[in-house]
C-alpha cells in the first residue's frame, strides 16, 4: 500500500515522509515479516481508508470500532479484534516512535518558514487575508479567544468532490464552560455553536487551478494540497499578526490554529511560528499535538 497517503493521515508532509522513509530505523522496521504481512493484506489498505476518513471527519467515534473491525475481517470476533489490535500497535510504533519522537519543538518552529512561492501563491494569501479579516469582523460575539483555520473535500449530490477551506472561533463563555465541565478545551468539537465560516470557492479554484490540484484527478494528493494551503495560511496569519489585527479588533492577541480536526505535532510547530511563539497556547494544547509538557517529542 502507498505509504505516504498513509503518512499523511498523521500529519507528515511530503517531504518529512520521504525524509522518515530514508531513516534506518524506518528501513530496518520495514522489513519485519509481521508488519509487512499486515501491511500487504487487502483488508489494511481498506481499513487505513476507513481510518482516514474518520479522521478527516472529526475522530473515530466509539460506533466506528465495529465498522473497523467488519472492514478489516467481517466482524468483531476475538481473533479479528487481536489482528486490529496488532495492526494499530504496529502503526503507532512505526509513526509514534519514529514520526515526529525526539524533535523540539522550538527548533522546529524556527526552521519552518512559511511563505509564498510564486505570484498565484501572494494572489491567495491576499485573498486569505481578506477573507479572515472580512470574516473576524463579522462574528457577533466580541469575546472570541481562539480561531481555526482549516480545509477538507465536500461532496456534491453527485459524488464530485471539492475542496473547502473554513474558519472556526471559540469564545470565551464557550472555554469557561468548557473548563467548569473538565471538556477538552482546544478541541474544536467543544468551540461555540454554528462557528464555521467557509471561504468564496471562486479564489480556492483559482489557486488549486494555478497549482495542478485537480479534486476529481485519481492522483489528486488531497494531503499535498492541504500542506500548501495551510502553509500559506500561516503567512498570512503572521501578517496579520504583525498588523496587530487581532488586538485592535477583539482587544487583546487571539491564537490561530492551523489545522483541520486532528491535531498533531506540525499544528503545534505551525501554531508556535504563526503565532511568534508558545503564549497564547497551554500545556493541554501541546500534549494534544504530542508534545509532554516540556514542549519535547
Sequence with gaps: MDLSKLMGMFGFDPSAAEELMQDEQMQEMMQDPELQQAMERPETEHLLGQLGGMLAQGGIMPDDVDNLLA?????????????????????????????????????????????????????FL??????????AADIPEKDVCMLEIGSHLNYDADGAPAVDLWLGYNTAVTDAENRAKNAERWN?????????RSLDAEPLEDWCQSQGYEPQDPDFDENEMKQRIYDLAAAAVM????????????????PFIIEDYEYNQKTAIRAVKANGGR???????FDDCGFPEDGEG
Design 239 to 254: 501578517e496579520l499578526h504583525s498588523e496587530r489585527f487581532t488586538e485592535q479588533l477583539f482587544g487583546q492577541k487571539i
Design 188 to 196: 474544536i468539537a467543544n468551540w461555540t455553536e454554528n462557528h464555521f
Design 279 to 285: 503564549e497564547l497556547f497551554d500545556a493541554e494544547f
Design 126 to 135: 491576499t485573498e486569505l487575508k481578506a477573507w479572515i479579516k472580512d470574516t
Design 71 to 123: 472492514g478489516f475481517g467481517g466482524g468483531a470476533e476475538a481473533g479479528t479484534s487481536e489482528q486490529l489490535d496488532g495492526l494499530i500497535a504496529g502503526v503507532e510504533q512505526l509513526f509514534g516512535d519514529l514520526g515526529f519522537g525526539g524533535i523540539d519543538l522550538d527548533e522546529e518552529a524556527e526552521c519552518y518558514q512559511p511563505e509564498a512561492e510564486d505570484a498565484s501563491d501572494r494572489a
